[in-house]
Every structure is written in C-alpha cells, then in structure tokens.
C-alpha cells in the first residue's frame, strides 16, 4: 500500500495498481501488485563460485527483487573469492547459492557510477569513483542525435563483453578511479584530477 501515487497517471495507466479504501481510516490508498521477475541481476562486492555473494549494506532494492524472481539470480561479482573467504565475512553474506544461476566476475560493475563499500577488507576491488568523465561525454554525445549514435557505438553496442569494455576504459583510467592508499591525500580534489580523460577524447564539445 501506497498514498504518494494516489490521483497520478502513473495509478491511472498502470494495470498494477488499484485504489482502494483504507481498512483503518477509510481513506482512499493505493494498493501495487507484487512483481515478479523471472530472473534478477545482483551486484555483489564478492562471490564465491557457488552462487553464495557478498553485499554490503545498504543493499536498498536489490536483496528484494532476489527474492521475488521466479527463477533466480545473476550474479554481478567485483570479486570472486574462495568460501572459506565468505565464511570469514558470513554476517555480509546476503543471497545463498541456491538462490543463484550465474556467478560473472564483473569488475567495476557499477562504471561509470562509482561503488563505495565503506569496507576495510582484503579485495583487489572495494570501491571506486564514479567516472565524472564519462558522465560528462555522455551528456555531451547526448546534445547532437549523430554524436550519440556514434558513443552508443563506441561504448555500448560494440562492446562485446565487460573485458572489452575494461579495455576500452584503459588500466590507467582504471586504476585512477580506485581509492590511493592510506598513505597519500584523501581529499576528493586531489583524486578526482587523477581521473584521466584520454578513453573520451573528442567528445567535448568546445
């Protein structure tokens, strides 16, 4: 149940939704119908190659629709790690390998957002930045229908696979996007200029 929709096109047009009056206070309230995926993706910190993946909090929406899907889940995994690994992190342990179809070893999933764990754990990958970069040639591509074609092209429908498209980005711009160590500055200035800008070169729009 719902009240933020009620009077809305979207309760009105949408086949899932009726408006009903409440059962405590007779007001009028929405009701959506559950949803029920057949299969659901999940981005996990880290997996083992059962199935069973590491979330950290918050996990917001994503736990949920693994519940609901008919059939399963997709593993999107930062990480692929033994389960011995996982039995040491088992309190982060969110979805158990019954609940999995596929486990992919996806490093940085989340690019061109960033993914900020707030972990301090043994992985190669964490957390990154997001990719202002990126962002920014995106929005620029997106200003001229022929320009956007050409960027959906480059950094979309012709990229074969995630290794082809961590190819693309490059290890420099990679490894730029990952946390510096403890040892140097952490002040955001500082790490967001060691983004590089060469994967986007003539893109800008000056």
């Given at each position: 149940?719902?009240?933020?929709?009620?009077?809305?096109?979207?309760?009105?047009?949408s086949?899932?939704?009726?408006t009903?009056?409440?059962?405590?206070?007779?007001?009028?309230t929405?009701?959506i119908?559950?949803?029920?995926?057949?299969?659901?993706?999940?981005?996990?910190?880290?997996a083992?190659?059962?199935?069973?993946?590491?979330?950290?909090?918050?996990?917001?929406?994503?736990?949920?629709?693994?519940?609901?899907?008919?059939?399963?889940?997709?593993?999107?995994?930062?990480?692929?790690?033994?389960?011995?690994?996982?039995?040491?992190?088992?309190?982060?342990?969110?979805?158990?390998?019954?609940?999995?179809?596929?486990?992919c070893?996806?490093p940085?999933?989340?690019?061109?957002?960033?993914?900020?764990?707030?972990?301090?754990?043994?992985?190669?990958?964490?957390?990154?930045?997001?990719?202002?970069v990126?962002?920014?040639?995106?929005?620029?591509?997106?200003l001229?229908?022929?320009?956007?074609?050409?960027?959906?092209?480059?950094?979309?429908?012709?990229?074969?696979?995630?290794?082809?498209?961590?190819?693309?980005?490059?290890?420099?711009?990679?490894?730029?996007l990952?946390?510096?160590?403890?040892?140097?500055?952490t002040?955001?200035?500082?790490?967001?200029d060691?983004?590089?800008?060469?994967?986007?070169?003539?893109?800008s729009?000056?």
């Amino acid at each position: 149940p719902t009240r933020s929709m009620v009077g809305s096109d979207l309760a009105r047009e949408s086949s899932g939704c009726r408006t009903i009056a409440s059962p405590f206070s007779n007001e009028q309230t929405l009701i959506i119908e559950a949803l029920h995926p057949d299969v659901t993706f999940l981005h996990a910190l880290a997996a083992d190659v059962f199935g069973n993946a590491l979330v950290p909090p918050p996990a917001e929406d994503d736990l949920w629709s693994t519940r609901a899907s008919r059939k399963g889940c997709i593993v999107l995994a930062e990480n692929i790690v033994s389960t011995d690994f996982l039995r040491q992190h088992s309190h982060l342990v969110r979805l158990p390998a019954y609940r999995t179809l596929a486990v992919c070893h996806t490093p940085f999933a989340a690019h061109p957002d960033g993914y900020d764990t707030g972990l301090d754990i043994d992985l190669p990958i964490k957390s990154y930045l997001r990719d202002t970069v990126h962002y920014q040639a995106y929005y620029e591509a997106s200003l001229a229908p022929e320009r956007f074609v050409s960027w959906l092209e480059q950094w979309a429908l012709g990229i074969e696979n995630q290794d082809a498209y961590l190819d693309a980005l490059g290890k420099e711009r990679l490894q730029a996007l990952l946390p510096p160590p403890p040892t140097q500055s952490t002040d955001w200035r500082s790490t967001y200029d060691r983004v590089p800008a060469a994967a986007d070169e003539g893109w800008s729009t000056s």
